[in-house]
């Protein structure tokens, strides 16, 4: 059963625009939540997190935008680069819980 | 290097032999978290342990798969008696604390092959 949830597998933007890669959540006691980038034969990296009790959180060009009431998140890259083609994992801690919950990621690519 | 320190980057391992995965934490992290990446799907959290305790093993297979975190020296995931499905990319994390409001930090990988 997937509780974090990333429908699109691969987003494509062109180099200036924005990026937004979204995630959904089904349990409602994930209480915080991350962004992880991962190139190839790399290990995962934090890039920005959010606390439920807030609806948003800015960091540079990322921007990760909470509705609770959708159990839904979003990650905005403002300007995309072509540094940025990755994947991006969301992540959830539940409340009390011991492990962070991924999503099956989504491929960005920024075409130059 | 202060990061998470995972060895060997690669391993070649035939049916039937053991693999032996090494995690060295960030300086001052206590909590150590193993996670496996098969081919074309996301991270599976498959163990948490905190020094000489596990914690959460919900996530490991029931068979041929143990961790540990002893007191002096690295954490080890280790796989008895590999078969084919074992072929994955395995990440270590850690993290200075426990629990929600955590952010956890990964090391390169262990990418191992089974042939």
């Known amino acids: 059963d997937q509780q974090v949830k990333q429908n699109s597998p691969s987003l494509s933007v062109q180099e200036g625009r924005i990026s937004i890669l979204n995630c959904d959540y089904t349990?409602?006691?994930?209480?915080?939540f991350l962004w992880y980038k991962k190139y190839p034969a790399e290990g995962p990296t934090f890039l920005i997190s959010i606390s439920s009790i807030k609806d948003k959180n800015e960091d540079g060009r990322f921007t990760v935008f909470l509705n609770k009431s959708a159990k839904h998140l979003s990650l905005h890259i403002v300007p995309s680069q072509p540094g940025d083609s990755a994947v991006y994992f969301c992540a959830a801690w539940m409340e009390y819980g011991n492990k962070l919950v991924f999503g099956a990621g989504t491929i960005l690519r920024v075409k130059s | 290097n202060a990061g998470v320190m995972q060895n060997p980057r690669h391993l070649v391992r035939r049916r039937g032999q053991e693999a032996r995965l090494r995690c060295s934490p960030m300086?001052?992290?206590?909590?150590v978290y193993w996670y496996r990446q098969l081919p074309e799907e996301g991270l599976k959290f498959m163990v948490y342990?905190?020094?000489?305790?596990?914690?959460?093993e919900s996530g490991m297979p029931k068979e041929r798969f143990s961790a540990e975190f002893p007191k002096e020296g690295p954490s080890i995931l280790r796989i008895q008696q590999v078969v084919r499905g074992d072929s994955a990319a395995y990440f270590c994390?850690?993290?200075?604390?426990?629990?929600?409001?955590?952010?956890?930090?990964f090391g390169e990988g262990s990418w191992l092959t089974v042939v």
């Open positions: 349990n409602s006691m994930f209480d915080y």
């Open positions: 994390a850690s993290s200075d604390r426990e629990g929600s409001g955590n952010t956890i930090y």
């Open positions: 300086k001052g992290h206590s909590h």
């Open positions: 342990l905190q020094k000489e305790n596990i914690i959460d």
